[in-house]
């Protein structure tokens, strides 16, 4: 859900929220002059003012005020009128629309309500500043920050938490915010819901009353209890609770007010009371759940509604689908078939009993409907639900179901139970998105797999497609393909009476890897300082230089497939990595250690050289030991520059990173059997297999076989996070799901079995990597990317396939054949979309550029893969 931000302000591509149009929606402050001395600076969504020459704390209790659309700016003056003349530091978020984003449904809960925050330099400013502000706008409203302490009663909020950025190692292997103990100990600076006081810390005598006001309010005296959580948004959270008068279980929704916003500014109260409404109005309906109350803890809100009996369709989907193995049961695909059609009528009908009493539905997914033992259809989330006279405009809806704007009153509805008819097969909708026209494209992919009627798939595509069928090309990009992966002028046309979209041809490789090289280059934006290629939302955090999702990925993908240089794409590149820039990354997928190495191999090597010793000049022991940001990556590309450059002093670096990462290892048994605990990832970009990997390589570079022990003591505690599923598939286990793909699931690992096993023969390895052939060979994956999707497991398939062609094997073959169920369309060129399937991506982690080297890896002629594998 954080991916709905990034959908805003373009329509093709995901970008930054800040990317629309600042002076439109700027705070006046954000003019506003600041005395002599002071400096305002731009970080990230915030302005930041600072009196130059003023030493403050690198961490200490901060105060963060909260606010609405119609009283920030009273807010945000009344705390710059107090904090410049007493020269205390703040910052602000740059605008409106930032302020509304972070406050929105899906917003991250750890950032809701944070508008202004000030940094007081010890607990007597902290008094003053909160008694100073608070005397002006005390009681202003504003969402509740969840992990402060309110002061009185808002907007101002405390907490205890750094001043400056530094980062540690977390428990989940990832780095973290961090501030610092007493015997300087870098720990996580934890921003959960929920106050919290370090340990070492001791809560402000002044500050007690308050924590005391924030415990007071509780379920306590109420006739409910909770049992657990179900869900939890920025608006509030699902709970299963028990009715104590009657022992029933029942469904408890909070609602919290000036949070969980729309686009059109309506708070989860707001929302919360529409459906207490709407299910009024449509009590005694058999598909839709009875209001039991409605009351309110402190400012939030509760709704108590009957618990909707039976499992959401999503999940029987899951569970039952039969194309998620290699080998598809006729019997099996049959009866699903049967169970699925039967579904898709029950959910119309029960849709038709609200359109009878004249209600929109608004949010109709397989995750709002539930699905019954006895085969019951019930409808869940009415927050949306509209009567059809208000001509309400949706501003919630799931992207893979939600209609087009085009589509008003029941044909919402209608547009949603066509894209789940698709789904329940083909659960590719949120394509559409896209490109309309993908929906005749699925059906026809689902008439060949399934034996589904077209009278049934027909009427689906038409509702989806609207009046006017070829209305349909809404295709990213728009154009027609300018080159021999398809849609040339005379070539056959669909069955729409479009040319066809280009496809991932095995049999025309040249074809294929220029279309797709033109479809990046044409999406670059080189006047652009903060990306040069579109990408995955993580380029806004990570940088836009680094392997994983910036222009170093690409350019390393577009060279090693045969897609040429792009010497002015290289300059962007160099100048950026060549800046001091302070808050740079250092590892090798998400940081300069990757960068240093696509230099190096596009032949910039003393750029290369310098980018490499700022990496060694920053304080890598800190790091993990992952391959994607950690220590094993690290080593590795140390590794790589020594045998590159001969240097000896880079060799020993190399295996001084090894030997740290060893100390760290443990032994197989120190890591539980699913994920969880202090080594809670597995696979290669997270778990032990990128270690694994660099002791690999580190035992091909000194023949010492104590590494070949590490690497197995490191793969054998992925192992332990593995299992093994009823089909034979070997999945990582995240214990609420198991994944087959290469950066966190099966594929991954078993390519670094398969570089093991070329030293030391061992059969537990050799099944094991079977296991993961089974995971790598079924025939239908939601995501396309390299790092979790069906572009990583063709390239699986591809490095350890037994044929000296690798697009000879049928394994291999049937791979890139599949890739055209998520082909689309740029500018007349072949794109794919990246995660969530929301946007097109051009990428190496989740894009385009990661489908290139894919397909690379089983089609160029020479080599074509990730680096040190």
Same mark, same amino acid.
């Given at each position: ?34 005395? *002599? ?130 980062? !540690? ?71 299963? #609770? ?7 279980? !029942? ?51 509760? @709704? ?97 179901? #939600? #209609? ?18 698709? %789904? ?18 699925? #059906?026809?992919?689902?008439? %060949? ?13 038409? *509702? ?135 230099? *190096? ?61 060893? *100390?760290?290892? /443990? ?60 089909? /034979? ?19 991954? @690992? ?20 079977? /296991? ?13 990317? @390299? ?9 699986? @398939? ?72």
């Amino acid at each position: 859900m954080r991916y709905d931000a990034y959908c805003m302000a373009d329509r093709t591509f995901f970008d930054s929220p800040w990317q629309v149009r600042e002076g439109q929606y700027s705070f006046a402050a954000a003019d506003r002059e600041l005395p *002599e001395g002071w400096r305002k600076v731009v970080q990230d969504d915030w302005l930041v003012c600072t009196p130059e020459g003023t030493r403050r704390p690198s961490q200490g209790w901060k105060i963060h005020a909260s606010g609405c659309q119609d009283n920030a700016e009273k807010i945000l003056d009344a705390v710059w009128d107090f904090c410049v003349p007493r020269e205390i530091p703040f910052k602000f978020l740059r605008g409106r629309h930032i302020l509304q984003l972070r406050n929105m449904k899906y917003a991250p809960r750890g950032g809701s309500g944070k508008f202004v925050t000030v940094y007081p330099a010890d607990e007597a400013e902290l008094r003053e500043v909160l008694d100073g502000v608070d005397a002006v706008v005390g009681g202003e409203p504003g969402a509740y920050i969840l992990s402060d302490l309110r002061w009185n009663q808002g907007p101002l909020y405390v907490r205890y938490g750094g001043f400056v950025e530094r980062h !540690v190692v977390s428990e989940k292997g990832v780095l973290e915010p961090a501030v610092e103990r007493p015997d300087g100990t870098l720990v996580p600076d934890r921003r959960r819901p929920g106050f919290h006081v370090p340990d070492w810390v001791t809560l402000p005598e002044f500050l007690e009353p308050h924590a005391e006001a924030r415990h007071a309010h509780s379920l306590a005296g109420l006739p409910y209890a909770v049992r657990r959580p179900v869900h939890f948004s920025n608006g509030g959270g699902v709970y299963v #609770a028990e009715d104590t008068r009657t022992g029933r279980e !029942v469904i408890l929704k909070e609602a919290r007010p000036y949070a969980g916003l729309t686009a059109d500014g309506r708070d989860a109260v707001t929302r919360l009371q529409g459906e207490r409404d709407i299910l009024e109005r449509l009590a005694g309906l058999d598909a839709v759940p009875a209001v039991l109350d409605y009351f309110t803890v402190g400012d939030h809100h509760f @709704l108590a509604q009957e618990l909707v009996e039976g499992k959401p369709l999503s999940k029987y989907f899951g569970q039952t689908y039969p194309e998620t193995g290699p080998r598809a049961d006729p019997a099996a695909i049959a009866g699903y078939t049967r169970w699925a059609m039967g579904v898709c009528e029950a959910v119309e009908r029960a849709v038709a009993s609200l359109h009878a009493r004249g209600i929109v539905f608004g949010d109709l997914h397989p995750y709002n409907v539930m699905v019954g033992d006895d085969g019951r259809i019930g409808l869940i989330d009415f927050e949306v639900a509209t009567p059809v006279e208000d001509e309400a405009v949706r501003m919630l809806g799931h992207p893979a179901y #939600a #209609a087009p704007r085009d589509r008003t009153g029941f044909a919402a509805d209608t547009y949603a139970l066509a894209c789940i008819k698709l %789904a329940v097969f083909l659960p590719l909708t949120a394509l559409l998105r896209l490109d309309l026209g993908k929906a005749a494209e699925l #059906a026809d992919e689902i008439a %060949a797999q399934f034996p589904v009627p077209r009278e049934f798939l027909d009427p689906a595509v038409r *509702e989806i497609l609207g009046e006017n069928p070829a209305a349909g090309d809404g295709r990213a990009g728009g154009g027609r393909p300018t080159d021999g992966a398809g849609g040339a002028a005379g070539e056959p046309r669909g069955r729409d009476g479009r040319p066809p979209r280009p496809r991932p041809d095995r049999t025309a490789w040249p074809a294929v890897r220029g279309s797709l090289a033109n479809a990046i280059l044409a999406a670059a934006t080189p006047d652009r300082d903060d990306r040069l290629f579109p990408g995955d939302i993580a380029q806004f955090t990570t940088g836009a230089l680094n392997l994983a999702h910036g222009a170093a990925g690409v350019l390393y993908a577009l060279d090693v497939t045969g897609a040429g240089r792009h010497p002015e794409h290289e300059q962007w590149l160099l100048e950026r990595a060549l800046r001091k820039e302070q808050r740079a990354r250092i590892g090798f997928y998400d940081g300069l250690h990757g960068v240093a190495y696509t230099l *190096e191999h596009l032949g910039h090597r003393a750029e290369a050289r310098r980018v490499l010793a700022r990496c060694l000049d920053e304080r890598w022991q800190r790091l993990g030991t992952d391959l994607y940001s950690g220590l094993a990556g690290v080593g590795l590309n140390l590794l790589h520059f020594a045998g590159t450059t001969g240097d000896g002093t880079l060799r020993d670096a190399a295996l001084d990173v090894a030997r740290t990462v060893a *100390e760290r290892l /443990g032994s197989e048994t120190d890591v539980p059997e699913v994920s969880g605990g202090p080594h809670p990832k597995a696979g290669l970009m997270h778990g032990s297999s990128g270690p694994a990997l660099l002791f690999v390589r580190c035992y091909e570079a000194t023949g010492e076989e104590t590494f070949l022990d590490l690497a197995a003591t490191a793969l054998r505690q992925d192992l332990r996070r593995c299992v093994v599923r009823d089909d /034979g598939a070997l999945h990582v286990n995240e214990g609420w799901r198991s994944l087959p793909y290469l950066a966190e699931g099966g594929a991954g @690992l078993a390519m670094v079995l398969d570089l093991y096993g070329a030293h030391r023969d061992d059969e537990r390895f050799r099944t094991a990597a079977s /296991g993961a052939l089974v995971s790598s060979s079924s025939r239908f994956y939601v995501q396309t990317g @390299l790092f979790n999707g069906r572009a990583g497991i063709l390239a699986h @398939l591809a490095a350890v396939s037994p044929r000296r062609r690798p697009s000879d094997d049928p394994l291999v073959a049937a791979q890139i054949d599949a890739l055209s169920w998520h082909a689309l369309e740029y500018q007349g060129h072949l794109a794919f979309p990246g995660e969530q399937l929301l946007r097109l991506s051009m990428d190496l982690a989740t894009g385009s550029a990661g489908v290139l080297l894919a397909l690379g890896s089983a089609l160029h002629t020479g080599p074509a893969h990730l680096p040190f594998l």
